[in-house]
């Protein structure tokens, strides 16, 4: 499968950005992850085949996820950014969902995109 992202961008604290990830094929679990220089990869939300969308805790309320699936493209809202959001943003296709993250087969990783950066001053 081949993701690209794209939506990516710098913006005011306080400003929405709205990313996108067309696939080439969906999967199972289509998500967002993010990740800052010297971070791990952290996941941000998560969509399965039934709908079933989850969003970490410190996003919640914020960002929304959201799958197109006419057009294979996956969707994360944000809104009321804030500077620690600031990071590179990956989409990810997986077999599974685990809570706001999607994994590859028995937790390995998931398929990445190549990552649209986010910048909130």
């Known amino acids: 499968v081949q993701l690209v992202e794209s939506g990516g961008g710098s913006v005011q604290a306080g400003g929405s950005l709205r990313l996108s990830c067309v696939a080439s094929?969906?999967?199972?679990?289509m998500g967002w992850f993010r990740q800052t220089p010297g971070k791990e990869r952290e996941g941000v939300a998560a969509?399965?085949?039934?709908?079933?969308?989850t969003t970490a805790d410190f996003v919640q309320g914020r960002f929304t996820i959201s799958l197109d699936s006419a057009t294979n493209t996956l969707y994360l809202q944000m809104s009321s950014l804030e500077p620690e959001d600031t990071a590179r943003y990956y989409c990810a296709a997986g077999s599974e969902k685990r809570g706001f993250r999607c994994s590859g087969d028995d937790d390995q990783a998931p398929t990445w995109g190549q990552g649209t950066q986010v910048t909130v001053s």
């Open positions: 094929r969906l999967t199972y679990c």
């Open positions: 969509i399965d085949g039934g709908g079933r969308a």
